[in-house]
């Protein structure tokens, strides 16, 4: 079976531009989870959906927004890029219901902003 | 609000010998808790989770950690460091049952041959 699969996984964008990250979850996973990891750092929550409804948000700016697709793929879109939005941006399904609702991640979209 | 600190961004071990990555969090209810290894230019991958089964939880690749209520703590252990251990971890905690999962900040593990 495929794993979480996840594309871009690098770009590189400047100051001001627009980029959308996407993501396929595991067959049978109805959630998907969008994290932020900063180089040095562990990763921030920024949405969940599940059954293409927004279930979590993260303290994230209005640059950042999401949504999921009837096929439960997803979608991560942010809006006038700073140099700071620079990370690895990792997607994550689940199951829920499956006990401790166990995330699995995907390798990730590396953004470099110039 | 839930917390998670690692202690030590950097721990060194050789070959061979005990490792011991150290977890305290916070949280007002039970947690559910993790953790995950991140290999170079790679994603996370799940080590083990505690979900109040057992105190002592086993995970793959021979690791293994306990979950201390009195401490707050849920420290990660491998009796016998190999080189392919050297890796990010990240211990991380969940309170609701959904997917927000706040995760530490990374301890960084060398394998010194």
């Known amino acids: 079976d495929a794993g979480v699969t996840q594309s871009p996984t690098h770009l590189i964008k400047t100051r001001g531009q627009h980029v959308t990250l996407r993501c396929s979850p595991i067959?049978?996973?109805?959630?998907v989870s969008w994290y932020q990891q900063v180089l040095g750092q562990g990763p921030q929550f920024i949405f969940q959906?599940?059954?293409?409804?927004?279930?979590g948000r993260g303290n994230f700016p209005d640059r950042f927004s999401a949504r999921q697709f009837p096929n439960y793929s997803s979608e991560l879109n942010v809006n006038a890029l700073l140099l700071g939005d620079s990370a690895l941006y990792l997607c994550?399904?689940?199951?829920?219901?499956?006990?401790?609702?166990?995330?699995?991640f995907g390798a990730g979209s590396r953004l470099t902003v110039l | 609000a839930q917390s998670v600190t690692q202690l030590g961004s950097h721990v060194s071990v050789s070959e061979g010998a005990l490792v011991l990555l150290r977890c305290n969090y916070s949280?007002?209810?039970?947690?559910?808790l993790f953790w995950y290894v991140q290999y170079p230019n790679q994603g996370l991958q799940l080590l083990l989770k505690?979900?109040?089964?057992?105190?002592l939880v086993k995970g793959i690749n021979g690791f293994e950690a306990e979950f201390k209520k009195s401490e707050t703590s849920f420290h990660l252990t491998k009796p016998s460091a190999h080189m392919s251990d050297a890796a990010e971890y990240f211990c991380?905690?969940?309170?609701?049952?959904?997917?927000?999962?706040?995760f530490g900040k990374g301890t960084r593990l060398h394998i010194l041959p």
């Open positions: 067959s049978g996973h109805k959630s």
């Open positions: 994550a399904s689940s199951f829920p219901g499956s006990g401790a609702n166990v995330l699995t």
């Open positions: 959906y599940y059954e293409k409804e927004e279930r």
């Open positions: 949280s007002s209810v039970p947690p559910y």
């Open positions: 991380a905690v969940r309170q609701n049952r959904d997917d927000k999962i706040i």
């Open positions: 505690y979900t109040s089964a057992a105190t």
